[in-house]
Antibody, heavy 123, light 113 residues
Framework: EVQLVESGGGLVQPGGSLRLSCAASGFAFEDYAMHWVRQAPGKGLEWVSG????????AYADSVKGRFTISRDNAKKSLYLQMHSLGVEDTALYYC????????????????WGPGTMVTVSS | DIVLTQSPDSLAVSLGARATLNCKSS????????????LAWYQQKPGQSPKLLIYWASTRESGVPDRFSGGGSGTDFTLTISSLQAEDVAVYFCQQHYSSPLTFGGGTKVEIK
């Protein structure tokens, strides 16, 4: 079964850091671009960051550029999001998502999503 | 950045009736070399992760019921539910995957009248 499972969320104080992980199974992880998408409570979806299959192509939303770093370990079939300088506006459910096709550019629809991990930034 | 505007914000439709959702893009998402519109639709039911329904504006993802159809090109797109079922109550989002940063519309909430 194709599956993504996020972990690492929790409660953190403003200005703090957190590292999210996403464990993939059931598909050739190394062939696909991967993304982080977040959803603030009661709000819509916001793409956060994407990374292509070999770490050669990385992009970020302006709202997180310079504070968040996406990375992947194909041998461990894992995706990561290192978050620094967290603010209350970063409070959200963070989803890991997979590109539909194994293309070079991380520009595709997302056909598999994880259940998400909640990040709460509060003092 | 490409801005996607969805309308209406919410929609109440009778069981068995047609629901039409709109998504307007601030720029064309038509990829000329492939003649494909890089526009996707997702369904998010309460408490669940989003689910891909439609990609390339009009291609149904495997396993998606044929009452769901996508249309449009360039900057104007629609998602149609031909005969609304109780299990279709959800928020529907459009997304452009034409250029980075990838962006989503604000969503349309579909309810039963």
């Amino acid at each position: 079964e194709v599956q993504l499972v996020e972990s690492g969320g929790g409660l953190v104080q403003p200005g703090g850091s957190l590292r999210l992980s996403c464990a993939a199974s059931g598909f050739a992880f190394e062939d696909y671009a991967m993304h982080w998408v977040r959803q603030a409570p009661g709000k819509g979806l916001e793409w956060v960051s994407g990374i292509n299959w070999n770490n050669g192509g990385i992009a970020y939303a302006d709202s997180v550029k310079g504070r968040f770093t996406i990375s992947r370990d194909n041998a461990k079939k894992s995706l990561y999001l290192q978050m620094h300088s967290l603010g209350v506006e970063d409070t959200a459910l963070y989803y890991c998502a997979k590109d539909r096709l194994p293309t070079v550019a991380a520009l595709d629809a997302f056909n598999i999503w994880g259940p998400g991990t909640m990040v709460t930034v509060s003092s | 950045d490409i801005v996607l505007t969805q309308s209406p914000d919410s929609l109440a439709v009778s069981l068995g009736a047609r629901a039409t959702l709109n998504c307007k893009s601030s720029q064309s998402v038509l990829h000329s070399p492939t003649n494909k519109n890089y526009l996707a639709w997702y369904q998010q039911k309460p408490g669940q992760s989003p689910k891909l329904l439609i990609y390339w504006a009009s291609t149904r993802e495997s396993g998606v019921p044929d009452r769901f159809s996508g249309g449009g090109s360039g900057t104007d797109f629609t998602l149609t539910i031909s005969s609304l079922q109780a299990e279709d109550v959800a928020v529907y989002f459009c997304q452009q995957h034409y250029s980075s940063p990838l962006t989503f519309g604000g969503g349309t909430k579909v309810e039963i009248k």
